[in-house]
């Protein structure tokens, strides 16, 4: 069994925590010893997580906060603050597939949705994050993007457009922090067995995709202190050889 690496007295943020890739980040920081705020739109996905890891000792606060309502993102930097005075850990990982059709016919709503969710909440999140991150001694931060965001392909424009604009995102912020503590970097998971998944592939056999739990450790080597790339992109189903 891999040995993960412990983040005791590490605060660390998950979006999209609920299920899925998300929520197994989550769940391994809370039993590697750091206090996770869970941020996700599902209630009852959060207190399912809780339930799961309370009675393991796990330190977990839930969050719900729907990422495309704008204003309420830019209180959580100052609230965090209120409580633990920096920011450790952040973990970009909510997004949306938006519809898959040709763009001419794309309605305007699905598309400022898939920008609003993919792109503008983690910029948001960035910028109301960014002073705690740099209070911390080795703040880190994690993107969960795509693929799509390099191999176009018919039909999924905003989905692909919005994951390069992420990937975009990332590495300006990664240039702008080089001089601190702060470290950046996207992860790219490749097909795993999630919703989103089987929502784009209906009719793909989901038992022959790993399961989201088996990308959460190499997400924890990403984020250790000793991590010292920035900017980079990490593809997980290249590192399984």
Known sequence: METLPRFDGKVALVTG??????????????????????????KAGLEELDDELRPLGAQISLLQLDLAGGGQIDQLGPTLYARW????????????????????????SDWSQALAVNVTANWRLLRTLDPILRLSTAGRVLFLTSGAAQNC?????PYSVSKA???????????EVQSTPVRVNL??????????????????????LPLPDTIAPFALSLLTPETSANGERFDFRASLG
């Open 85 to 108: 005075q920096r920011l450790d850990i952040f973990v970009g990982n909510a997004g949306i597939l938006g519809p898959l059709s040709p763009l001419g016919h794309v309605s305007e």
């Open 153 to 157: 392909r018919a039909y999924w424009g």
């Open 187 to 208: 992860l790219n998971p490749g097909p795993m067995r999630t919703r989103m998944r089987r929502q784009a592939f209906p009719g793909e056999d989901e038992n022959t």
């Open 165 to 175: 604009a992420l990937e975009a995102l990332a590495k300006t912020y990664a240039h």
């Open 17 to 42: 925590a609920s299920r899925g890739i998300g929520r197994a980040i989550a769940k391994a920081l809370a039993l590697q010893g750091a206090h996770v705020v869970a941020l996700a739109r599902s």
